[in-house]
């Protein structure tokens, strides 16, 4: 692993913003699908958002509206901006990255959590606080 490695991450207050990203090693720039995920404590990892090398997009029902994930292929690194957080935001983001996928495979069923990622960063701790 190694190939790819998040930052921006740290403590908010309920309502404000933070700015993830998530640089992309040239070795894996090539990957079709790019996504974030977060866990908090005693919860399962869960899909947050996730964009494809064609730009279509896919949010949990949860952040739908607040978080936008953007990819600048020039900087070869990857975002999450999140608006409006809530305390239920809190947990350990990663991002992730996946080679391809197969016909009728998109970016709804990696953040559904059921496609396989090959790829992951060591994650960025993002604490909201009522």
């Known amino acids: 692993q190694g190939q790819l490695a998040e930052s921006g991450g740290g403590s908010v207050q309920a309502g404000g913003s933070l700015k993830l990203s998530c640089e992309v090693s040239?070795?894996?720039?090539?990957?079709?699908?790019w996504a974030w995920f977060r866990q908090a404590p005693g919860k399962k990892r869960e899909g947050v958002a996730a964009?494809?090398?064609?730009?279509?997009?896919s949010y949990a029902d949860s952040v739908k509206g607040r978080f936008t994930i953007s990819r600048d292929r020039s900087k070869n690194t990857l975002y999450l901006q999140m608006n409006r957080l809530k305390p239920e935001d809190t947990g350990m983001y990663y991002c992730a990255a996946i080679w391809a996928l197969n016909d009728g495979e998109d970016m709804s069923m990696v953040v559904s959590g059921s496609l396989r990622m090959n790829y992951w960063g060591k994650g960025t701790q993002v604490t909201i606080s009522s």
């Open positions: 040239r070795w894996i720039e090539d990957c079709w699908g």
């Open positions: 964009i494809d090398n064609d730009g279509d997009t």
